[in-house]
């Protein structure tokens, strides 16, 4: 991250949103457009930009808009804080498509403040009220989150989008946020996602990953579980709205909500998944069950052929109503079947909903590893898929991998029914 800048575009005491103009103030010439998203045009500048990741920011705006919407006072202001906001263009869709009332954008690089004033300004002109919707400071992620918390001064919804791991800001965010509202947490720490990185994973979400089949779904769960802990050391528990795992980067999301009160029992959500080697079956463990976690399986001699990884989160990626209301949503404003860097928000979203089911268990099983094992040609996907279903398992496609299927189904069940698809062939 770049050094810390204390310079902050508009200078108060105290936090009274929305801004008020100082007296003279003059919106700066706005930038030549050079992209859109969604209708919403902006220009990067000089500061790293991906389109790739405008699906992220979709369902960001999509779960932002139904979280004002649901909110117990609708007349208090919706404040939003994008703590690493690049060009601006996170705060610009909050303001513009989300209906925020004010947003705060925090970047630690000052030379980037001419291309996030620039774009924010051409959202609107100052009102005739002389109170303004914005504000951008280039301050350390860290001082800006403990600054805010420490003047009291709560957000419904703060976005924290860093490169690598950013376990540091998960409680610092937390402490900002108001109760009830949400969290938009960000990784593209892969190494630990992948195993490679063990001792780093354990220091920042305290979980010790190990290589298994289904990678960048432990990179989400390894950052859900990591804001489960830091939540419940606050005294706070949370609830995942949806997780999105993109392959540039990789990329792992995740959208929490803050939820008073301490769950009466975190380990139902936080635990161990334990994946065997020889027979490809994967199963999730409690802490009351460390010491017996084992595999059925007939190979129980070797005992290498256990990987167990963890504390992590084993529950539902994402809430299952939620996802709903935003895709109900994205069709109401034509981002459903629209591609937005060849991603169809509905084929997205409808998939998410799938994966909602209680009854699925972490991670998941490729189709090439269920043929591998039946020792046939691999099935169609969809015909796998609805067998599974008719024999009363649960049983869908994953967003993370194409050729990836998320059941409830014993693999060695998933085994059998493959080979009887073959043979009726």
């Known amino acids: 991250m770049a050094s810390a800048s204390a310079t902050v575009s508009i200078h108060r005491t ?3 949103p929305p801004f008020q103009f100082q007296p003279g103030w003059r919106a700066p010439l706005p930038l030549r457009c050079t992209h859109s998203e969604r209708g919403v045009s902006f220009d990067p500048g000089s500061a790293f930009y991906r389109s790739d990741s405008a699906p992220g920011r979709d369902l960001a705006v999509l779960a932002a808009t139904l979280h004002r919407q649901r909110r117990l006072d609708p007349s208090s202001p919706f404040l939003c804080l994008d ?3 690049g060009s601006g263009i996170r705060a610009l869709r909050y303001l513009a498509q989300a209906g925020a009332d004010f947003v705060w954008a925090n970047d630690a690089s000052d030379a980037l403040r001419p291309v ?8 609107e002109l100052p009102p005739s009220d002389g109170q303004r919707r914005w504000v951008v400071s280039h301050l350390d992620a860290s001082r800006l989150l403990a600054e805010r918390y420490l003047r009291r ?4 919804v703060i976005d924290v989008d860093s490169f690598g791991s950013e376990a540091e800001y998960i409680r610092a965010a937390f402490l900002a946020l108001k109760i009830g509202g949400l969290a938009y947490l960000t990784s593209t720490d892969w190494r630990s996602a992948r195993g490679y990185g063990g001792k780093c994973s354990l220091s920042s979400y305290g979980a010790y990953i190990r ?15 990591g804001a489960a802990r830091e939540a419940a050391m606050l005294g706070f528990h949370i609830k995942p709205v949806f997780s999105y795992y993109a392959s540039h980067g990789p990329i792992y999301r995740a959208m929490v909500q803050l939820c008073h ?3 009466d029992d975190i380990s139902n959500y936080y635990g161990f998944i334990c994946h065997c080697k020889s027979c490809g079956q994967t199963q999730t463990f409690g802490f009351d069950e460390l010491g017996q976690i084992s595999c059925g399986c007939a190979d129980r001699a070797d005992a290498t052929s256990i990987t167990v990884v963890g504390p992590l989160w084993t529950g539902p990626l994402h809430d299952a109503s939620s996802i709903t209301e935003m895709l109900n949503l994205a069709v109401e404003w034509g981002w459903a079947y629209t591609s937005e860097n060849g991603i169809i928000l509905q084929k997205l979203l409808d998939t998410m909903i799938e994966e ?6 972490p991670g998941y099983i490729r189709h090439d590893e269920i043929a591998r094992r039946a020792k ?11 067998s599974l279903r008719k024999e009363g398992y649960a049983a869908c496609r994953s967003h993370i991998g194409a050729n990836a299927i998320k059941t409830n189904c014993p693999i060695s069940s998933c085994i059998e029914i493959a080979r009887e698809i073959r043979n009726m062939r």
């Open 116 to 123: 996030v004033v620039a774009n924010l300004s051409r959202f």
């Open 211 to 225: 290589p298994v089949p289904y990678p960048n779904e432990i990179g989400l769960r390894m950052l859900i579980g």
């Open 356 to 361: 909602s089911d209680p009854r699925l268990p």
């Open 14 to 16: 105290a936090f009274s």
């Open 261 to 263: 009160g301490k769950e």
């Open 83 to 85: 703590v690493m906001c």
């Open 376 to 386: 046939v040609n691999s099935p169609p996907l969809g015909t796998l898929i609805s």
């Open 153 to 156: 001064e709560y957000f419904d």
